[in-house]
């Protein structure tokens, strides 16, 4: 929790509207913490950020797409959410390209049993592509999914950003500027570079991108590892198993 000072002048007289300003800090401060209280537990808070960059072709897309659509179907994903303490995760997908464009295709869903994994499975395959262009910004993908975890109607004891994508960081400030004030506030972050363009990208992933506890990412180094990659991913991460 978050608390901001108000200097008084040196008078040592309040300025006009104190009353009003103080009695909206406590409100945000007793909402905050009621809302907080409401949350429902999970394991994990998982945000899914998908590259759709320009250089990304509608191919690769689709195969990003259907990679999750098969690992949230896979009994083994299931098997190791149930294995965790409130034996559930809460998942969100968004779509990504510049510092300013971002996407959200599924909401916050809780999975917890077999109907839910594949409602989260369909809302992905539901969804075509929304952003096409506006260059790589990584930095602006990770600190977008910072803003996605408080307005979360459930609380996970691990907060996780899993970051695909085909390209170094471009456009925005410096990821690992992003990557560093993620951590900071406790969240790690964790990488799928894909590649088949750029193939020193898994280097900039490592230096620049993932981060905080237990933090990995797995290499895709052609478009036909898309589906085991991603399912070796949520295992890990679900499971608080490096692979």
Do not use: C
């Amino acid at each position: 929790m978050r608390w901001t000072s108000i200097i008084f002048p040196a008078t040592g007289r309040r300025p006009a509207g104190w009353a009003a300003v103080a009695a909206l800090a406590l409100f945000a401060v007793l909402w905050q913490s009621e809302r907080a209280a409401a949350a429902e537990p999970v394991d994990v808070q998982l945000v899914l950020a998908i590259d759709t960059s320009g250089s990304v072709n509608q191919r690769r897309f689709e195969l990003q797409q259907q990679g999750y659509v098969t690992a949230f179907r896979d009994p083994r994903v299931l098997q190791a959410i149930q294995a965790g303490i409130a034996r559930s995760i809460a998942v969100t997908m968004f779509q990504w390209t510049g510092p300013q464009l971002h996407d959200i295709v599924v909401p916050w869903m809780r999975i917890d049993d077999q109907a839910s994994a594949e409602a989260v499975a369909t809302a992905i395959a539901a969804v075509p592509r929304q952003l096409f262009r506006g260059g790589t910004s990584i930095s602006g993908a990770i600190d977008y999914s910072m803003t996605l975890f408080p307005d979360s109607p459930y609380a996970g004891s691990r907060r996780i950003i899993d970051v695909s994508g085909d390209g170094a960081n471009n456009s925005g400030r410096p990821a690992e500027h992003a990557r560093d004030d993620a951590v900071a506030a406790g969240v790690t972050i964790n990488g799928l570079p894909i590649l088949t363009i750029e193939p020193n990208l898994d280097q900039h992933y490592q230096n620049s991108v993932i981060g905080g506890e237990g933090a990995f990412m797995i290499i895709v180094e052609t478009d036909t590892d898309f589906a085991d990659a991603i399912l070796k991913k949520l295992i890990a991460e679900i499971a608080l198993n490096k692979p």
